[in-house]
C-alpha cells in the first residue's frame, strides 16, 4: 500500500500499529490519513475517529460489509477489494476538499 501511495505522489510514513500512528500523529503533521479498519489486535475505526477529531481528513479501508445505516460505518470508507484508481480517486476527493477549504493539499500520508 505505501508503495502505490508513494507512486500517487504522497510522502508516506507507515506505522506497525495504533499506538505507533498515534504517537507519530502528536508530533508530527499528515494531510490525510489511510488505514485498515481492522489492525493488529486493534480497530482501525479508532484510529479514524481520533484523526477525525483532530481534523485529520481519514480514508478507511475495509473487507468488512457494512449495512448503510451503520453508525459505526467510517467517513471516506473503501471496501475491499477495490481497485488502485479507486483509492486515487478518493484521496482526489479529499484534496479537493481540502483545497476548497483553503487547506494545502495532501502531501504526505500514514498507512
Known amino acids: 500500500m505505501a508503495g502505490i501511495l508513494t507512486e500517487f505522489g504522497h510522502d508516506v510514513v507507515p506505522?506497525?500499529?495504533v499506538v505507533d500512528a498515534e504517537v507519530w500523529l502528536a508530533?508530527?503533521?499528515i494531510d490525510v490519513l489511510v488505514?485498515?479498519?481492522v489492525l493488529r489486535g486493534e480497530q482501525g475505526v479508532t484510529l479514524s475517529r481520533s484523526c477525525r477529531a483532530l481534523g485529520i481528513p481519514?480514508?478507511?479501508?475495509?473487507?468488512?460489509?457494512f449495512l448503510p445505516d451503520q453508525l459505526s460505518r467510517p467517513p471516506s470508507l473503501l471496501e475491499k477489494p477495490f481497485r488502485f484508481s479507486d483509492l486515487q480517486r478518493v484521496l482526489h476527493a479529499v484534496d479537493t476538499v481540502q483545497s476548497?477549504?483553503?487547506?494545502?493539499p495532501p502531501t504526505s500520508s500514514a498507512a
Open 100 to 104: 476548497a477549504a483553503g487547506v494545502r
Open 15 to 17: 506505522t506497525e500499529n
Open 58 to 65: 481519514t480514508v478507511t479501508l475495509t473487507g468488512r460489509d
Open 27 to 29: 508530533t508530527s503533521h
Open 35 to 37: 488505514t485498515d479498519l
